[in-house]
């Protein structure tokens, strides 16, 4: 499955204004919330913050995926974020974190799980990919850039 048929174009935060990780998570968790109102927020951002105690979820690059498996919930979701201004997130490299994808999967879940999570981390390896998801002017580009980059099925 693509990151763009899990992605629901309303759950890209094209301007973060989160400045730490804490606030980072509760901004993505809303747009996240946001799309899927059924969604306890508390569960959510819990579920998220117990998975970065774990260790970071900043890969490095300017990348972060922070993510988590949550009971009851039907399928995996995914929010995009973008911070122009980067976030400390604590991250294996030591630098701030741009480019965010928030990934929550549903409690059982392990192989859509573990083969998204490969899939935002090959898109996201590549320095072109970033500098155009940095560069984007709004929601859309943003969007258009991750079904570019993805090609055909």
Excluded: W
């Excluded at 935060?13 to 968790?29: F, G, I, P, S």
């Excluded at 400390?88 to 392990?110: H, K, N, R, T, W």
């Amino acid at each position: 499955m693509k990151i763009s048929e899990l992605l629901d174009p309303r759950a890209i935060v094209a301007d973060l204004q989160a400045k730490d990780k804490a606030k980072a998570l509760v901004e993505l968790a809303d747009a996240l919330i946001f799309c899927e109102p059924s969604l306890n927020r508390a569960d959510v951002i819990a579920v998220l913050e117990e998975r970065e105690r774990l260790g970071s979820t900043g890969i490095g690059y300017g990348v972060a995926i922070p993510h988590g498996k949550l009971a009851g919930i039907p399928e995996l979701k995914l929010v995009f974020g973008r911070s122009r201004s980067g976030v400390d997130f604590d991250s294996m490299d030591g630098q701030p974190a741009y480019l965010f994808f928030l990934l929550i999967a549903p409690e059982e879940s392990v192989g859509v799980h573990l083969k998204t999570l490969a899939r935002i981390s090959k898109l996201l390896k590549d320095a072109s990919v970033r500098k155009k998801l940095m560069d984007a002017p709004d929601q859309k580009a943003i969007y258009q850039i991750i079904l570019d980059e993805e090609g055909p099925a």
